[in-house]
């Protein structure tokens, strides 16, 4: 049995290892990255089973790709490689410590082309949690149509849905994109949502409000992340707050909310309160941005437990 099970996309990544305009930079760096990708590499550093559903081109980046998750202990088993469309790529321009832009060359890409027949449902039956992002519903009519045949079939098998919004309104109009998020998370075990996001859905930044909009039934977990302010959650339609981690140098915001996920799914496989799941997010969360790029902070799991157990301050581990 899988410890986790998510679809999505992974593009190649290119970026500098510097702030600035891409159009004055002479070097990129080639790296991986997908929201769906980024967790289940979080998962695997951390010593659980995961495995990814996607498809790839065949091409170069395609097999970059693959080579990089497996790399890191995910089974790509089901991972296809297709002739008919590219791998998807981005540029990634950091142009200062608070500003951070994306380039998409996504369209028509392979991942693109998924749909219901790509699932294999005896992964799907055979894993403890369905980890799902509102970015694989915005690739296609047909990666919409999937997922949503996902979560029918996790909802069948009593399989716990944990969603997280990842709004890319570059991939959809907003319109689109409220109704099919809401719809996704009516039927969600654990939302985990920013702050910006949680807003646009509901049009509120009150955080009882957003969890009581949110959630349609009382077992829901609504977290609401909000930067270095403090977590909010909601369950059993009362609120709590846990703590961030403070004093972290800031390098690269992008993967941040993945590495949250991470560690949040860590807490519940390692059968955690929802508090100490959301404490071990925010740890992640941390580390991911003091390096560049979406996986290259994760920690592995001895680094983890020190991390955590000795509070040490984040920011001087680079």
Known sequence: MKDVFSVGETMVIFQADHYGRLEDTSA???????????????LARLGHDVAFISQVGNDPFGKKVIKTIRAEGVDVSNVKVIDDAPTGVLFKELRTKNETYIYYYRKNSAASKMSVATIPE??????????????????SQSCREMTFKIIEIAKKHNIPIIFDPNIRFKLWDEKEAKEVILRIAEQSDYILTGISEA?????????KEICRLLSKKESQVVVIKKGAEPTIYSLNGQLYEVPTVVGTEILDPVGAGDAFAAGFIHGLLTNQTIDTSIAYGNVLGACVI?????IEGLPTLEEFERLYQSNEQLDVLR
């Not at 807003?199 to 955080?207: A, D, I, P, R, S």
């Open 199 to 207: 807003e646009f859905l509901v049009g509120t930044k009150n955080e």
């Open 122 to 139: 005896n992964v799907i039956i055979q894993s403890k949690y369905i980890h799902i992002t509102g970015i694989t519903p915005a690739l």
């Open 28 to 42: 990129l760096y080639q790296k991986i990255g997908g929201a769906e990708s980024n967790v289940l590499i979080g």
């Open 290 to 294: 003091q390096q560049y790029g979406d």
